[in-house]
Nanobody, 115 residues
Framework: QVQLVESGGGLVQPGGSLRLSCAAS????????MGWYRQAPGKQRELVAV???????NGADSVKGRFTISRDNAKNTVYLQMNRVKPEDTAVYYC?????????WGQGTQVTISS
């Protein structure tokens, strides 16, 4: 199985920046799609951004222009650069991956935006 470990979460003031990392246990070149998702208390989990094996990216409208997803194949790591964060970005952020017919999830990392 593919193991995913998120890191980089924490407490950040509105307008600040944060970079989340997702380290995969296997070569991410073999993983078709990787992405970041988030779930706030009382809300459904939502897609934040995804990146394909070809480097194509897509993101939710609420984060476009502020968040950037990227991948470093040599490090088997996917990143989410979060800039100009807002209080509504507060959530548990999960890394997800799809390889073949199987989906994998990380344990999540808490991101809290507060003054």
């Amino acid at each position: 199985q593919v193991q995913l470990v998120e890191s980089g979460g924490g407490l950040v003031q509105p307008g600040g920046s944060l970079r989340l990392s997702c380290a995969a246990s296997e070569n991410i070149v073999s993983i078709n799609v990787m992405g970041w998702y988030r779930q706030a208390p009382g809300k459904q989990r939502e897609l934040v951004a995804v990146i394909g094996s070809d480097g194509t990216t897509n993101g939710a409208d609420s984060v476009k222009g502020r968040f950037t997803i990227s991948r470093d194949n040599a490090k088997n790591t996917v990143y989410l650069q979060m800039n100009r964060v807002k209080p509504e970005d507060t959530a548990v952020y999960y890394c997800g991956a799809r390889r073949g017919l199987v989906d994998y999830w990380g344990q999540g990392t808490q991101v809290t935006i507060s003054s």
